[in-house]
């Protein structure tokens, strides 16, 4: 066992025990009273199955972790990277023998298959804690209207969608470091950081849709009321439509996405039958709001930025025989490289995590703030978020933890607390 052996190792399990106490913090928080002030107050038998609802949420993560931690170090030490490779390499090499090309056509084609097979694996693993997610947690608070057929569909559109849209990219980051070795951190970071550009302009017009339907929302009061504080904001929407969310869940929500030209907001048709007129125009000025305040594009770039780094940090370690030792692999490959040093990456993953995670939990009090100021009724922003809290049985009492490692959006309770302290103005 060596040195990188006992980092990872580390990394793993210490990641695990972080999750599972941040979870086990939280389960001792679930049924803490709620403080003053909120308008929170709820029937007693609400309250009480949100709270074994996200008690039941906490207890199946937790066993998840669990099990998908033992299930990799099982793996791990029993050989299971070493097995893949040598799978890998036997395929590759008839792959890139079909394909008549040489030495980096068949690294290529091994890379593929390496990163094909461990997804597979993974998600082979994961598959009965979706399905009991699903079909048992779900389904026994009101919320799963997935069909079996739905399910098995998604999964294989997501599957697709990997290795049409992921394989060209994992082709071209093997086939940059096959030409520049090491080095190539900087051409690969460049060309990493254009497909996210383009999933981003490509996701709203032909990704989306995939998986949902989108119906541009109908005119009348609503739709009225909208444009008008669109344009009395002086922005400018590719679209606005309503989701057929309530195909898969009972959960309400609302999004943003898309760049440029392709920016639209997106409506579930459970929200508008949750929220009235005038709470459904503050969630849309919300949505307003992250992108008037420039929110997307800068946590895009940070994103860019952290894949530089990770990137930048791999340059050192692609190629280091100790680290393909520690995973029981002989042959020092890019393709196992890559793999290996995102498991020796954890650590900093999860410190960088839990940034990107406060910036974009104090995004959303900005875009709150924003919604409130220019309908001029943060009242209206707050009661609209109380029945989406209500109508998803949200956890009211996160731990303080759980929101570290977890939140992109700040708890509730403190989401009233900052809008009850706004000023009532408008424009």
């Given at each position: 066992?060596?040195?990188?052996?006992?980092?990872?190792?580390?990394?793993?399990?210490?990641?695990?025990?972080?999750?599972?106490?941040?979870?086990?913090?939280?389960?001792?928080?679930?049924?803490?009273?709620?403080?003053?002030?909120?308008?929170?107050?709820?029937?007693?038998?609400?309250?009480?199955?949100?709270?074994?609802?996200?008690?039941?949420?906490?207890?199946?993560?937790?066993?998840?972790?669990?099990?998908?931690?033992?299930?990799?170090?099982?793996?791990?030490?029993?050989?299971?990277?070493?097995?893949?490779?040598?799978?890998?390499?036997?395929?590759?090499?008839?792959?890139?023998?079909?394909?008549?090309?040489?030495?980096?056509?068949?690294?290529?084609?091994?890379?593929?298959?390496?990163?094909?097979?461990?997804?597979?694996?993974?998600?082979?693993?994961?598959?009965?804690?979706?399905?009991?997610?699903?079909?048992?947690?779900?389904?026994?608070?009101?919320?799963?209207?997935?069909?079996?057929?739905?399910?098995?569909?998604?999964?294989?559109?997501?599957?697709?969608?990997?290795?049409?849209?992921?394989?060209?990219?994992?082709?071209?980051?093997?086939?940059?470091?096959?030409?520049?070795?090491?080095?190539?951190?900087?051409?690969?970071?460049?060309?990493?950081?254009?497909?996210?550009?383009?999933?981003?302009?490509?996701?709203?017009?032909?990704?989306?849709?995939?998986?949902?339907?989108?119906?541009?929302?109908?005119?009348?009061?609503?739709?009225?009321?909208?444009?008008?504080?669109v344009t009395g904001q002086g922005y400018t929407l590719s679209g606005l439509f309503v989701v057929d969310g309530s195909r898969r869940s009972a959960k309400v929500n609302a999004y943003f996405t898309g760049l440029g030209r392709q920016r639209r907001i997106a409506l579930f048709d459970t929200l508008l039958e949750k929220l009235d007129d005038d709470e459904v125009v503050a969630v849309v000025a919300h949505e307003v709001g992250h992108c008037t305040l420039g929110h997307i594009p800068v946590m895009l770039g940070l994103s860019v930025a952290r894949t530089g780094l990770m990137l930048w940090l791999l340059s050192f370690f692609l190629t280091e025989p100790q680290l393909f030792a520690a995973f029981g692999v002989q042959q020092v490959s890019y393709h196992a490289g890559l793999v290996f040093f995102s498991l020796l990456f954890t650590p900093v993953s999860l410190f960088t995590g839990v940034g990107f995670h406060a910036l974009l939990r104090r995004n959303e009090y900005a875009a709150d703030a924003f919604a409130a100021h220019t309908t001029g009724r943060p009242d209206v922003l707050s009661s609209a978020l109380r029945k989406l809290a209500s109508e998803n049985m949200t956890n009211l009492n996160p731990h303080p933890l759980q929101v570290a490692l977890h939140y992109t959006h700040p708890p509730l309770v403190q989401r009233l607390q900052a809008l009850g302290a706004l000023p009532v103005r408008r424009g």
């Open positions: 066992m060596n040195t990188y052996c006992i980092i990872i190792l580390a990394a793993v399990t210490g990641s695990w025990l972080l999750q599972t106490a941040a979870a086990v913090l939280g389960l001792g928080r679930t049924g803490a009273p709620l403080p003053a002030g909120t308008g929170l107050d709820m029937e007693p038998a609400r309250r009480e199955r949100m709270q074994r609802y996200v008690a039941s949420g906490m207890r199946l993560n937790i066993a998840e972790d669990t099990a998908g931690t033992a299930v990799f170090l099982v793996f791990w030490l029993c050989g299971g990277f070493g097995v893949a490779d040598a799978l890998s390499r036997s395929a590759g090499a008839l792959l890139g023998g079909f394909a008549g090309g040489g030495p980096t056509a068949t690294g290529i084609m091994t890379g593929l298959f390496f990163f094909g097979l461990l997804g597979v694996l993974s998600s082979l693993a994961g598959l009965p804690f979706s399905l009991w997610r699903t079909f048992v947690h779900e389904e026994r608070f009101g919320f799963n209207r997935t069909t079996p057929l739905t399910f098995v569909a998604d999964r294989l559109k997501a599957g697709l969608l990997v290795a049409v849209m992921g394989g060209p990219l994992a082709a071209g980051v093997l086939w940059l470091l096959a030409l520049y070795g090491p080095e190539a951190w900087l051409p690969v970071w460049l060309l990493v950081s254009v497909f996210s550009l383009l999933v981003s302009f490509l996701a709203p017009r032909y990704l989306l849709p995939l998986f949902n339907t989108f119906t541009p929302l109908p005119q009348g009061a609503l739709r009225s009321a909208i444009d008008r504080y």
